[in-house]
């Protein structure tokens, strides 16, 4: 099921894109402001995001340019009232993907998505399969995960924890994200075995190296990146 954030503060706007959605198969979280979408990305990725360009406390444009900065990846599309080159113009500077003017008819905004999802899928079969990070490495295909050069041995799931990071460098990635895409579970937070084996992780490829890679963000949950 692909996941979309929706981005928009006129409630009426945002319920009747949510409910279309939601019966065309996606699942839908929306945020009515920029710091509620911010915190939202902060613990969560998402296939799609759609932003409205006029918000309360920001607007999409800018929004997406913070996004931008650390997600080059999640096809955006800005939704706008007005109907203005400079908007169409500034959002694709600022790395949306697509623009849609309000009012639209849902039947538009579904095609957009569905060509916005499709492109990102032909892009992920042809992306990487080698993911580097500081000095730590990981193959997709052979499974090799290497730091400075000398193999490392992972579990099953300390090996898809680790690519999971190793995707989402320097983001912070929550408990129930990481429960949901490694152990295709609901977090429950009686339980601390993610913290477990993000420990077990640690072991394996910080033992006997200067820097920390895997990073806790109190309250928040835990982040790959350079120890600087
Ligand atoms: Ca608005």
Same mark, same amino acid.
């Given at each position: 099921?692909?996941?979309?954030?929706?981005?928009?503060? =006129?409630?009426?706007?945002?319920?009747?894109?949510?409910?279309?959605?939601?019966?065309?198969?996606?699942?839908?979280? &929306?945020?009515?402001?920029?710091?509620?979408?911010?915190?939202?990305?902060? !613990?969560?990725? $998402?296939?799609?995001?759609?932003?409205?360009?006029?918000? %309360? /406390? &920001?607007? !999409?444009?800018?929004?997406?340019?913070?996004?931008?900065?650390?997600?080059?990846?999640? %096809?955006?599309?800005?939704?706008?009232?007005? /109907?203005?080159?400079?908007?169409?113009?500034? !959002? *694709?500077?600022?790395?949306?993907?697509?623009?849609?003017?309000? +009012?639209?008819?849902?039947?538009?905004?579904?095609? #957009?998505? =569905?060509?916005?999802?499709?492109?990102?899928?032909?892009?992920?079969?042809?992306?990487?399969?080698?993911?580097?990070?500081?000095?730590?490495?990981?193959?997709?295909?052979?499974?090799?995960?290497? #730091?400075?050069?000398? +193999?490392?041995?992972? &579990?099953?799931? =300390?090996?898809?924890?680790?690519? *999971? $990071?190793?995707?989402? %460098?320097?983001?912070?990635?929550? #408990?129930?994200? @990481?429960?949901?895409?490694?152990?295709?579970?609901?977090?429950?937070? !009686?339980?601390?075995?993610?913290?477990?084996?993000?420990?077990?992780?640690?072991?394996?490829?910080?033992?006997?190296?200067?820097?920390?890679? @895997?990073?806790?963000?109190?309250?928040?949950?835990?982040?790959? #990146?350079?120890?600087?």
């Amino acid at each position: 099921m692909n996941s979309i954030c929706l981005v928009e503060d =006129e409630q009426k706007v945002a319920a009747f894109i949510c409910k279309g959605l939601e019966e065309h198969g996606y699942k839908v979280t &929306t945020a009515g402001t920029g710091s509620a979408a911010k915190n939202l990305l902060k !613990g969560e990725a $998402f296939d799609l995001l759609i932003l409205d360009v006029m918000l %309360p /406390d &920001t607007n !999409g444009i800018e929004l997406c340019r913070q996004v931008r900065l650390t997600d080059t990846d999640t %096809p955006i599309l800005m939704l706008t009232a007005l /109907d203005q080159i400079q908007n169409k113009v500034s !959002g *694709l500077k600022a790395g949306a993907d697509d623009y849609l003017v309000k +009012p639209f008819h849902f039947s538009e905004l579904l095609a #957009r998505i =569905e060509a916005l999802l499709r492109r990102k899928t032909a892009n992920a079969k042809t992306e990487e399969h080698v993911f580097t990070f500081e000095d730590l490495k990981l193959d997709t295909w052979s499974n090799i995960v290497e #730091r400075a050069g000398v +193999p490392i041995t992972l &579990t099953a799931k =300390e090996y898809t924890l680790l690519e *999971l $990071f190793m995707r989402h %460098p320097n983001k912070i990635l929550s #408990r129930e994200y @990481i429960a949901e895409q490694v152990w295709k579970i609901d977090f429950d937070t !009686g339980t601390n075995f993610i913290d477990v084996y993000i420990n077990y992780l640690r072991k394996k490829i910080e033992k006997g190296f200067k820097n920390k890679l @895997i990073h806790t963000v109190i309250g928040m949950g835990y982040i790959l #990146r350079a120890n600087k």
